[in-house]
């Protein structure tokens, strides 16, 4: 048995410029190792991806960057030897909202300058997998307001069809986290893009969070709307040909919400 360090780190060295992926920790592959394992009953699922949601929402700037690579040139997946990255933004969902000075006085008489959020923010969900995230989203942002857009796959195509969006009045000068756990091809959340843009939210202000993303599904956000901010547990290795990502972990929303 081979034992692997805490701190795993290589990953794709190519992603466009508007993709963050989080830190390859052993946490993290370990948690995703349990939701890729088909013999993960639905309970274990639920709980391993909302600790994942959580670390996609939350984890504290200095945690991953503390989690910076170091020289290393293996994968997790024990397969193919891969290149070194040198350092992609490590920075998670939060962290990606700009902050502003904010000078409190303690209890101790003494003012400290500290920040505090610039900007209010709203989430919005792609059901109906991406409602798997929303309790994450209010565990660290308290009473936010969610919006939802019910965005489905054809399971022949793979096409993504519109059905319905119901979205807070003023989204339009809140950020917006967009919540979806898979990327595959992008139609779903390239229309949910669209639905936001044409309520008035300019691209610079939707961060899309996700749990598993691949080349493809992440090219095609980058070249629709490069100025969106997409922020991702982990790059997979690609799609299939029913256009499900590769190794992946199958139907995120069958297995978060129906399967035994
Ligand atoms: C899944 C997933 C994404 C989409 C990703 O949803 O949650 O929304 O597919 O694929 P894409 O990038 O190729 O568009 P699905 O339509 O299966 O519905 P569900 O949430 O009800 O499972
Ligand atoms: N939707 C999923 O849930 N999984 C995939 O791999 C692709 C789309």
Excluded at 64 to 75: D, E, G, N, Y
Excluded at 135 to 142: K, Q, S, V, W
Excluded at 155 to 174: C, G, H, N, V, W
Excluded at 191 to 220: M, T, W, Y
Aim: glycine share 8%; with cysteine.
């Amino acid at each position: 048995m081979t034992s692997l360090p805490a701190t795993v780190t290589a990953g794709p060295s190519d992603l466009p410029p508007n993709t963050c992926a989080l830190p390859r920790t052993g946490q993290l592959a370990g948690l995703l190792t349990a939701i890729r394992d088909k013999q993960t009953a639905r309970g274990d699922f639920i709980f391993y991806s909302d600790r994942i949601i959580r670390l996609l929402v939350e984890e504290g700037a200095s945690e991953a960057l503390s989690a910076r690579p170091q020289t290393r040139r293996r994968t997790l997946a024990g397969g193919d030897l891969v290149a070194d990255q040198s350092s992609p933004s490590l920075q998670t969902g939060l962290n990606h909202l700009p902050v502003v000075e904010k000078t409190v006085t303690t209890p101790t008489g003494l003012d400290y300058n500290g920040v505090s959020f610039e900007g209010r923010i709203c989430g919005v969900s792609i059901m109906r997998a991406g409602e798997a995230m929303e309790a994450g989203l209010r565990e660290c942002c308290r009473a936010v307001r969610i919006g939802k857009i019910l965005i489905q796959r054809d399971e022949e195509t793979a096409q993504a069809k519109l059905f319905y969006a119901k979205l807070p009045d003023d989204i339009q000068s809140r950020y917006c986290l967009l919540l979806d756990p898979m990327l595959a091809t992008g139609g779903s959340a390239i229309k949910a893009v669209e639905v936001l843009i044409d309520h008035g939210v300019p691209q610079e202000r939707i961060i899309f969070l996700n749990l598993v993303s691949c080349p493809e599904g992440l090219r095609a956000m980058y070249s629709a709307y490069p100025q969106v901010k997409v922020v991702t547990a982990w790059v997979d290795d690609g799609l299939d040909a029913h256009k499900y990502i590769v190794p992946g972990l199958g139907d995120f929303g069958d297995r978060y919400f129906t399967s035994n």
